[in-house]
């Protein structure tokens, strides 16, 4: 990426302790428009309170979080909403008693002039983002419990992408999908790719790893081990990073 | 025409009217539970004096049971009920007799608007000891059912006080206490043409969407249903007489006043921000969090909305009591608890309805008044009722364990 290119996301030596113990330390990173970036590591390696730092979770103690090139701070998912970022949880954080549209629109529920939910509105919405993602999905009204999980899958995205988000951190995407529906989650990867859309991926499939992201980091004990170009490394090395936090020898890292 | 294929064309059937089937369950309960108390107490228990005082007698458990509704949905229990009724019950006795001058007009109005606010303010006290410093609502209702029970008996020494205001008590449902034949047929009217506007609009507004609708044929079975149960409910109401006389009662009081908690809380239910957040706290109280829903504050709320439904309940029973006596509402919370359960609502949280509840406490009601009419001693009937609430959360268990599996 030119650095003409405007960053999506900017990380500057973010820093996350918990009593005494550092769960990310000193990690800086960007995100450009259009580009899907694998953070991997070991579990306890800190990427998902990296994430959580930046979906608001858990807010970081120190270092700058700049969207769109302008510092912002925050403090709750409700921020993070608010710069146009979402984050796709790997639990979904789906409200299972609820249908599809309650879902997409939880928290931000469309309402009518007597500030009733609008359920109709929401649901023609609905119809159409789901039926965008997944021309299958016709049950839209049933309970999110009664779903597939390639369909639970679908509803998480759509809340995400619903609202215009430019950024999504997806976690762990496909990990309980077979085999067709990883597809359709890859498919769609590239499709917001398209889109301009920046998704920071976090995979524990190397496969998925070296097929959509156009570059990775890897993080060890809550540091960064590097940031390489996808293309420059191989899996092995990629795995010699996880494992050892040994660096390749004759790549270049990028930010 | 074989037995499977009978049972497959009642699962259509079930399918086709888009009602929960385990509200059709208890609506058959319900039926067979009448049918079995009318025979047993020799045609007593359907005549229309016994379900005039019934359905007077499901009103107060009634109105409380929509508001326990939200607060098993969200997966807290409220034990404290019954000595809400007693000690919001007592405040307004108390006010309306001791502290307001007698002959004031405004006296009586007064004291309900106090005693709602007190009911109130109390919700405001749990919800704030469950919601903001996370102590586990059996424990603060725990404490709440030992506490109100004391601030009822202290407002006045343990003294029972009355008579009530004499406009006052029509909201009891006694002697007075009712529409009178021409308003109940007014109000069953206005009942008829609410169900005539929402089947029409409703369906039509799926068709302009799209969207899946019934077939013709249930909607009109479902329409003529209703019809039939809101014109036989008059009727009945209306075949009673005050004594000595010819004078139809009419709709109670009271159940007027539970059919307008049950309008409200099922719209609060399914068309408010905050109805939804209830159900997706008791969903996935994670996923509630971090859709940025202010958990804390909804569930304050939902035991301020539980509180003034207590202290509701209390005006009438006070109403009909013509008193405030220390002890009333005693052992009420565990008739509220079986009433919502019994209507489907699960204590896994996530899942209950209004109707159903109403449904619940016209059941649990219906039990208590038959082993009345039965002679069923007052020990007896509790163990009875017991057994009835652990049966009920038992089948809720059986239910969502078919369910997993």
Known sequence: MSDQTKKLVEVRGAYKSFGGVHAVEDVSLNLYPGEVVSILGHNGAGKSTLIKCLSGAHPIDAGEIFINGELVDIRSPRDARAAGLECIYQTLALADNLDAPANLYLGRELTTRWGTVDDEAMEVQARKVLHRLNPNFTNINDTVSSMSGGQRQSVAIARAILFNARILIMDEPTAALGPQETRMVSELITRLKNDGIGIFLISHDLNDVFELSDRLMVMKNGKQVGTYRTSDVTQDEVLGMIISGAKPADAAQTH | ?405
């Open chain 2, 1 to 405: 025409m074989s037995n499977s294929s009978g049972s497959g064309k009642a699962a259509g059937l079930v399918r086709a009217s888009g009602i929960d089937p385990r509200m059709l369950a208890m609506i058959g309960a319900l039926v067979a539970i009448w049918l079995v108390l009318n025979v047993l107490t020799g045609g007593i228990f359907l005549s229309p004096r016994n379900l005039y005082n019934l359905a007077v007698q499901s009103s107060v458990v009634g109105i409380m049971a929509t508001g326990m509704v939200f607060i098993i949905v969200a997966r807290h229990i409220d034990l404290s009920v019954g000595s809400v009724v007693g000690a919001t019950g007592m405040l307004i006795a108390w006010l309306q007799v001791q502290i307001f001058p007698i002959d004031a007009a405004w006296g009586w109005q007064l004291s309900i608007v106090i005693g709602l606010l007190a009911g109130a303010a109390i919700g405001v006290w749990q919800g704030y000891w469950v919601a903001y410093q996370g102590i586990p609502a059996f424990i603060v209702t725990l404490g709440g059912l030992l506490l109100f029970r004391g601030v009822a008996f202290m407002i006045t020494d343990g003294r029972t006080v009355a008579p009530m205001n004499e406009s006052y008590q029509l909201l009891g449902g006694g002697i007075h206490g009712s529409l009178g034949e021409t308003w109940s047929w007014i109000v069953g009217l206005i009942a008829v043409a609410a169900v005539t506007l929402m089947t029409v609009r409703s369906r039509r507004r799926k068709l302009a969407h799209k969207f899946p609708v019934k077939p013709l044929w249930m909607e009109f079975l479902l329409f003529a249903l209703w019809v039939a149960l809101i014109v036989s409910f008059v009727l009945v109401m209306n075949s009673y007489y005050k004594p000595r006389t010819e004078i139809p009662r009419g709709i109670p009081v009271p159940v007027l006043l539970l059919i307008l908690v049950v309008i409200v809380m099922t719209g609060i239910a399914r068309f408010t921000k905050f109805g939804r957040y209830v159900f997706a706290i008791g969903g996935n109280l994670e996923a509630a969090k971090l859709s940025g829903i202010d958990v804390a504050r909804v569930t304050q709320g939902i035991f301020v909305v539980m509180g003034v439904l207590a202290a509701l309940a209390a005006m009438i029973t006070t109403a009909r009591l013509n008193a405030g006596t220390n002890s009333m509402g005693t052992l009420a919370e565990l008739n509220v608890i079986a009433a919502a359960v019994i209507g489907g609502t699960s204590l896994a949280g996530g899942v209950g309805s209004v109707p159903g509840a109403i449904l619940g406490a016209v059941i649990m009601q219906s039990l208590d008044n038959g082993m009345v009419l039965l002679g069923v001693d007052s020990a007896m009937r509790q163990v009875i009722m017991g057994l009835v609430l652990i049966a009920a959360v038992w089948l809720d268990v059986l239910y969502n364990r078919s369910r997993s599996a």
